[in-house]
């Protein structure tokens, strides 16, 4: 890469406070414009609300009923942010960018220690490139700007591997220096916040690298696995079981062991065994889907892979490539997939990114074909953020005509997508990251403030909401829900709503009074429960929109009904 090396040199100077405020600019839009998001930002966020309110740091709860599928890391960190924004006039529990603010500093953490990974191999502008495009990555983004574990979780595994690269060069690389002890048991240390975040998954991202780097260099042969002594096993594991038993010694006592049975027995071993949720999906899925959730980067990894491929014998490109290759490889052979589960894989092949535009190679067939092949996916991947504003407007928005502004956001997103494509394929690297990112800075904030929020039939939760409470009458119980019970309806409302279906809806209205929501599905129940119990209901207030979580339209019907005197 020759083009503009001087405003490289210049930003890599301070590449911790350019990472932070690109991250800022990138992701703070959606964090404050987007509704609560269903489902699991919404559980996490009310669960989160719930230890607040109740003082129990160690029980974790969605409304009455327990929640017991991911470790307490996130919930710690999303209600001590709450709690500390509270502090501030205007801020109470109810706005959900509290919640989020944990996932933007994990995310913008994630990308200082992609730099910081880098850092073993290669010099500060690189390093600086490897951040920028692993901050920049679609998927990145999205996690980064929700309230759930997985830019968090990625910041503590890349620490992790971030010690893991150094005991591997201080082993493998004549010269290189030793690594200190505290900071290999600070390795271990983030293995362990890791765990706490999110369970087993940073243990298996370091155990399929560290078994990638045995197996591939046959290291059993003739002990050169001595250089994991260096890892301090013992004492890293001791540090390690010391941070995360107390929390788990504490939620087997409070929850009987059923925090085990649930997160290990029926959540994580069901991912492992089959499509769990409906999420199956078959071997190449996350391929076909880094056109999107890679993107921009993808325009420079195929090129990158080509070349790091003839770089394999380079101890630290070797590194990187068990990395990347030995979590992908597990995550597509898994069989329920979500999009995120691939996200650890992308630090390394950002990097190995920024080491080909600082050093691209002579071109060769195979270096030609790779670019056109992260050609095609950027082109896929531009499509599809270019699309998104107007079909998404045309199908949930509330409005009949196009607004102009959504045109000048997708048209000037794919006018600097083909800029950059056009750079790349003429090998103008640099320029062509320049667009590309610039293209990223039209999409992202324009998607996520702009069009997103506009999209009202989407929105149920958060226009049933000022329903409620218009209708509500001082003295009301919560209401009772009834086939409209997603979790950002309750993130709304507060935890005390109940959960019902339609004939529960009527007893409980009946025995409280107040309001019920009833969707149309429960509707006929609701009618007939109460003409059982000699009561009715007035229908004040009706909505309709579309469920996204299911996939299906929904209408509500907003009831009154008189309580019967006991």
Not at 146 to 170: C, F, H, P
Not at 298 to 305: C, M, Q, S, T
Request: aromatic share 10%; proline share 7%.
């Amino acid at each position: 890469m020759t083009e503009a090396p001087r405003i490289l040199q210049i930003l890599a100077r301070r590449p911790f406070w350019v990472l932070a405020l690109l991250g800022l600019l990138l992701w703070l839009p959606g964090i404050l414009s987007l509704p609560p998001l269903d489902r699991d930002e919404s559980r996490f966020a009310q669960a989160s609300r719930q230890m607040v309110e109740s003082g129990n740091l160690v029980d974790i709860r969605f409304g009455q009923v327990p929640r017991y599928k991911k470790p307490v890391g996130i919930y710690w960190l999303q209600a001590a942010a709450t709690g500390i924004a509270d502090k501030f006039p205007g801020v109470d529990d109810h706005h959900i960018w509290t919640y989020r603010l944990p996932s933007l500093f994990g995310g913008i953490a994630a990308a200082w220690l992609t730099v910081w990974c880098a850092l073993a191999l290669t010099g500060a502008e690189t390093a600086f490139l490897a951040g920028v495009l692993m901050l920049g990555t679609v998927l990145l983004t999205g996690e980064a700007s929700i309230a759930t574990t997985d830019a968090v979780l990625l910041a503590s595994v890349v620490a992790m591997q971030g010690v893991l690269i150094r005991v591997w060069r201080a082993a493998r690389v004549e010269g290189a220096p030793a690594v200190p002890t505290r900071l290999v048991l600070a390795g271990w240390a983030a293995m362990a916040a890791g765990i706490l975040i999110k369970g087993p998954v940073p243990l298996g991202v370091a155990a399929v690298t560290v078994a990638g780097l045995v197996a591939w260099d046959r290291q059993w042969r003739d002990r050169q696995w001595r250089w994991l002594a260096q890892l301090r096993p013992a004492s890293g594991t001791l540090l390690a079981a010391l941070l995360v038993a107390p929390w788990l010694l504490a939620i087997a006592i409070q929850s009987h062991g059923a925090f085990f049975q649930q997160a290990l027995g029926n959540d994580f071993a069901a991912k492992i065994a089959g499509g769990q949720e409906s999420h199956g999906a078959p071997p190449g899925y996350f391929l076909v889907l880094s056109a999107i959730t890679f993107w921009p980067t993808i325009l420079f990894v195929a090129p990158a892979l080509v070349a790091a491929v003839q770089r394999r014998a380079d101890p630290m490109i070797h590194f990187l490539l068990v990395w990347a290759g030995g979590w992908w490889l597990l995550v597509e052979l898994v069989p329920t997939k979500l999009p995120h589960y691939v996200l650890a894989a992308y630090p390394p092949l950002a990097i190995l990114a920024a080491l080909w535009l600082a050093q691209p190679q002579p071109s060769s067939t195979g270096t030609r074909i790779a670019r056109w092949a992260g050609g095609i996916q950027f082109v896929l991947g531009a499509a599809l953020l270019a699309a998104a504003p107007i079909i998404l407007t045309r199908l949930y928005g509330a409005g009949s005509g196009m607004d102009w502004r959504l045109l000048a956001l997708a048209g000037t997103g794919a006018i600097l997508s083909l800029v950059a494509l056009v750079l790349f394929l003429t090998r103008r690297d640099g320029l062509a990251m320049a667009a590309a990112l610039a293209a990223l800075f039209v999409f992202v904030p324009g998607l996520t403030a702009e069009v997103a929020p506009g999209l009202s039939r989407i929105w149920v939760s958060a226009r049933l909401a000022p329903l409620v409470a218009e209708h509500a009458r001082p003295g009301d119980p919560p209401p009772a829900l009834a086939g409209f019970q997603e979790p950002s309806l309750v993130f709304a409302l507060g935890k005390d709503v109940v959960l019902t279906d339609g004939r529960g809806a009527a007893d409980a209205a009946a025995a409280r009074g107040g309001l019920a929501l009833i969707e149309d599905r429960e509707r006929g129940a609701f009618l007939a429960r109460l003409a059982e119990l000699q009561d009715d209901a007035e229908a004040e207030a009706t909505l309709s929109g579309f469920n996204y979580s299911r996939g299906k339209p929904v209408h509500v019907t907003v009831y009154r009904v008189g309580r019967i005197a006991p």
